[in-house]
């Protein structure tokens, strides 16, 4: 399927909620990586590793929420009566 957007601004706004959700991917990806592989009990270094991991996945995740209210707030504002 071929999107085709009149509204370079649209495109752009979409393609960083694309790539934001690409980045929390991969970060939710590595954190899984590093649950699947820590011991129990999970040494300080590991349990430290496993906050940096899930901070940089919060970041992640905040980054592709604050794409996606733009754009909510872009087409909000586009749909408003001239």
Known sequence: MTVIA?????????SD???????????????SF???????????EGCSELRKQSIAEVQAFEEYLNR???IFAYLKMESRPA
Request: aromatic share 8%; hydrophobic share 40%.
């Open 68 to 70: 996606k209210e733009e």
């Open 6 to 14: 009149k509204d370079k601004y649209l495109v752009e706004l979409v």
């Open 34 to 44: 590093l649950l699947a592989r820590s011991q129990d009990p999970v040494s300080l």
């Open 17 to 31: 909620l694309s790539e934001a959700f690409s980045i929390f991917s991969n970060e939710g990806v590595k954190l």
